[in-house]
C-alpha cells in the first residue's frame, strides 16, 4: 500500500493524489505541513531532507520527494497506456507537458499569484505586481488553450501524466478571488475535469485554512 505525508491542501499533495486515483491504488495518507507539523520532525527529516510535502513510500520501497518525480513514478509502475505511453516518443511528448505544466505553469501561479491574493490584506497588495504575474500566468495559459484546440486533453483525447500536473492548478485559479480573461478551450477543459470523481475528491478541496486567521 502507499502512504503518502501531506496535507490535503497542498497543491503538490493533490497532484499526487489525483494520479493516485485515477490509477486506482489503495493508499493512506497522513496530514503534514504547515498547520499540522510533522515535516519538520526528525523522524520525517530522515526521509525528506527538505521538510516539504508530499512524501511517498510503496511498500517497502525507499522515501520518494518531488511531487513530479512521484508522479512519474506512479505512472511508470502502475500506469498504462495512454496515461504514460509505452512508445518512447509518445511518453516524451506526455512527459514534456507534463514538465511545462510543473515548471512553467504552476511555479508562475503558487509564489506570485496564489500566496499573495490568500494571505496579504487587499489593501497591502501590489496590484501592479499582481497585475503582472496574472498577465504572465495567462499567457502560459493561452499556450495551453491553443494546444487544447481539437482535442479533449492536453496531449489528445484521453487523460495523461500531463494533465495531472497541469489541470490540478486550475481549481485554484478559477476559484481565487481575481479577474480572469477568457480562454475558451481551458474553460471547457476545466468544465470536464470537475466532473471527474477523482478530480473532485483529491483537487476540489478548500484552500481556506491557508488563509491568515
Same mark, same amino acid.
Given at each position: 500500500?502507499?502512504?503518502? &505525508? ?6 503538490? =499533495? ?12 489503495? +493508499?493512506?495518507?497522513?496530514?503534514? *505541513?504547515?498547520?499540522?507539523? #510533522? ?5 520525517? %527529516? @530522515? ?5 516539504? =510535502? ?6 517497502? *520501497? ?10 512519474? +513514478?506512479?505512472?511508470? =509502475? ?14 516524451? /511528448? ?8 510543473? #515548471?512553467? #505553469? ?8 496564489? &500566496?499573495? #491574493?490568500?494571505?496579504?490584506? @487587499? ?13 504572465? $500566468? ?6 495551453? /488553450?491553443?494546444? %487544447? ?13 500531463? /494533465?495531472?500536473?497541469?489541470?490540478? !492548478? %486550475?481549481?485554484? +485559479? ?11 478551450? !481551458? ?11 477523482? +478530480?473532485?475528491?483529491?483537487?476540489? !478541496?478548500? $484552500? ?6
Amino acid at each position: 500500500m502507499l502512504k503518502v &505525508w501531506g496535507r490535503a491542501s497542498s497543491a503538490n =499533495v493533490q497532484c499526487v493524489m489525483w494520479c493516485i486515483a485515477e490509477l486506482d491504488l489503495p +493508499y493512506e495518507r497522513i496530514d503534514a *505541513g504547515l498547520m499540522y507539523g #510533522v515535516n519538520r520532525s526528525d523522524e520525517y %527529516l @530522515a526521509m525528506n531532507p527538505n521538510g516539504t =510535502v508530499p512524501t511517498l513510500i510503496d511498500g517497502d *520501497g525507499p522515501p520518494l520527494w518531488e511531487s513530479g518525480a512521484v508522479v512519474r +513514478y506512479l505512472a511508470n =509502475v502502475y500506469g498504462k497506456d495512454p496515461f504514460w505511453p509505452e512508445d518512447p516518443v509518445a511518453r516524451a /511528448d506526455v512527459d514534456r507537458w507534463a514538465e511545462w505544466g510543473k #515548471v512553467s #505553469v504552476q511555479t508562475n501561479f503558487n509564489g506570485p499569484i496564489f &500566496w499573495p #491574493v490568500i494571505r496579504e490584506p @487587499a489593501g497591502q497588495r501590489d496590484n501592479e505586481k499582481l497585475k503582472n504575474a496574472i498577465a504572465l $500566468f495567462e499567457g502560459k495559459l493561452e499556450i495551453a /488553450d491553443r494546444q %487544447l484546440s481539437g482535442r479533449k486533453c492536453l496531449v489528445g483525447d484521453e487523460l495523461t501524466v500531463a /494533465d495531472i500536473q497541469f489541470g490540478h !492548478i %486550475l481549481y485554484r +485559479y478559477f476559484e481565487l478571488e481575481i479577474e480572469r480573461c477568457t480562454l475558451p478551450n !481551458i474553460a471547457r477543459y476545466y468544465d470536464m475535469l470537475t466532473s471527474l470523481p477523482a +478530480y473532485q475528491q483529491h483537487v476540489m !478541496i478548500s $484552500f481556506e485554512e491557508l488563509r491568515p486567521k
